[in-house]
């Protein structure tokens, strides 16, 4: 139960002010259809922690406590930079439409985690609890709590505050915790 909670726990906090939060945000906006919406983060989501969660000891165990955190250090600083540039979903219009709501929900989702300091947490609570399938459902649970309302509340969000300013923001937060991360700076990881 420990594992299941504090990964939901992790995860939903981690996952405030987040890129996928953002992106439910403006799928939500665009789409104005939550259900497919939901359905699809639920199953990328599911899907990446999965796979996160199926590496997380293997890596932490290849690669030590201390490069450990150097590379989850610099992936967040490499997040910092990549908060600031334009997301392309502001811009393609034409690909959102491709493939449906869901499945561009899904399509989006999975790779947006890619890397994501969400699917980062998922490889070391894995690394630290050996209840794998607690792991990923807590995660999983924490991301839905995070993202479920951003999706309802999309569409008012995005009317009222800029997205640059979003960006601008999640990227001093990333980049704040990057520092920290590399000069192990509370111990995060």
């Known amino acids: ?8 726990g992790v995860v939903a906090l981690g996952e405030m002010g987040d890129k ?7 799928l939500a906006a665009k789409f104005r ?5 939901i359905a699809g983060i639920f199953i990328a989501t599911l899907v990446n922690h999965g796979l996160a969660g199926l590496v997380g000891g293997g ?8 490069l450990l955190r150097w590379v989850i250090g610099v992936s ?13 979903i502001d811009d393609t219009e034409a690909n959102k439409y491709r493939f449906g709501v869901f499945w561009t929900t899904v399509i989006a989702f999975f790779l947006a985690e890619m ?4 699917q980062i947490a998922t490889v070391a609570l894995a690394a630290r609890y050996p209840e794998l399938l607690a792991v990923v459902l807590g995660t999983t649970l924490g991301m839905m709590l995070a993202n479920v309302p951003a999706v309802f509340v999309g569409d008012a ?7 640059k300013l979003v960006h601008g923001v999640a990227g001093g937060i990333f980049g704040i915790l990057g520092l920290l991360t590399l000069f192990n700076v509370g111990n995060f990881f």
Do not use: C, H, N, Y
Request: aromatic share 8%; no cysteine; glycine share 6%.
């Open 1 to 8: 139960m420990e594992a299941f909670l504090i990964s939901t």
């Open 20 to 26: 996928t939060q953002l992106l439910a945000i403006l």
């Open 33 to 37: 259809r939550p259900w497919p919406i």
């Open 59 to 66: 890596i932490a165990s290849l690669l030590g406590p201390d």
């Open 157 to 163: 969000i995005s009317k009222k505050i800029p997205m």
């Open 76 to 88: 967040f600083l490499g997040m910092a930079v990549w908060m600031l540039i334009p997301d392309e």
């Open 115 to 118: 890397g994501d300091k969400t």
